[in-house]
């Protein structure tokens, strides 16, 4: 899987300001102040399950610890999933908060990519490589918060995952959850990788014009295979 290393390694810089928004806290206007959440996959699911936004506000926690025990029970064994990514880990994780894996397999369930930024760091996260809606969650004062339309113009740039040790629990340490495409780069050749390149739809040359190496072309493969077929 060293397509899944390569693709993880990128260390970006944040580049854009966060919006003000009702579900933030502001210093003088005490009477906007939202409360927020214990568990982000409150957030995640109160954001996809209408009757979450139909029921009062002291009835959602149990709906959310009930809504996450019937998704643990309906997880079943997939044969897609990396070995790591097991049904007794999201099954795990659903019954406890925070939990790594349990965003990971909420995004798939959803189809959505839940993008966290943490107010302490100014830093966004992105969980996943698949090209979901976009769901906004920040973490401000040990709490989560949804937020829509946080984001300036200018696109963020995204933080690497373990940084999110901090605030989630990183049961599981990857963004890929499903089997690359491909088998162990040793097995191929270079001939070999560009014949599926070009079946696949992906350049041989890079942005430079220049004809891309073997550890390119394998990880280009694997992850576009990653977002468009699973």
Not at 16 to 26: N, V
Not at 94 to 103: A, D, P, R, V
Not at 190 to 207: M, T, W
Request: aromatic share 12%.
């Amino acid at each position: 899987m060293e397509f899944i290393s390569e693709f993880e390694k990128n260390t970006n810089e944040y580049s854009t300001k966060i919006k003000d928004s009702i579900y933030l806290e502001k210093e003088k206007d005490k009477k906007d102040i939202v409360k927020g959440v214990e568990d982000i996959c409150e957030v995640i699911i109160g954001a996809n399950e209408i009757e979450y936004q139909s029921i009062s506000t002291s009835e959602k926690s149990k709906f959310i610890r009930d809504k996450k025990l019937e998704i643990a029970s309906g997880v079943m064994k997939n044969e897609n999933h990396t070995k790591k990514f097991s049904q007794s880990l999201i099954q795990n994780g659903l019954q406890s908060i925070n939990q790594f894996s349990s965003i990971l397999y909420l995004n798939e369930l959803y189809k959505v990519n839940c993008i966290i930024y943490n107010n302490d760091t100014k830093k966004y996260y992105s969980t996943t490589v698949k090209n979901y809606e976009q769901l906004y969650c920040v973490y401000r004062n040990n709490s989560w918060f949804q937020v829509n339309d946080m984001i300036d113009s200018e696109k963020p740039t995204f933080s690497e995952i373990s940084e999110l040790s901090s605030v989630v629990t990183l049961d599981y340490s990857s963004l890929f959850i499903y089997q690359p495409f491909l088998d162990s780069l040793s097995k191929y050749k270079v001939k070999h990788l560009e014949e599926i390149a070009e079946n696949e739809g992906v350049s041989l040359e890079n942005k430079k014009g220049k004809k891309k190496i073997k550890k390119e072309l394998y990880n280009e493969i694997n992850l576009k295979h990653y977002i468009q077929d699973i």
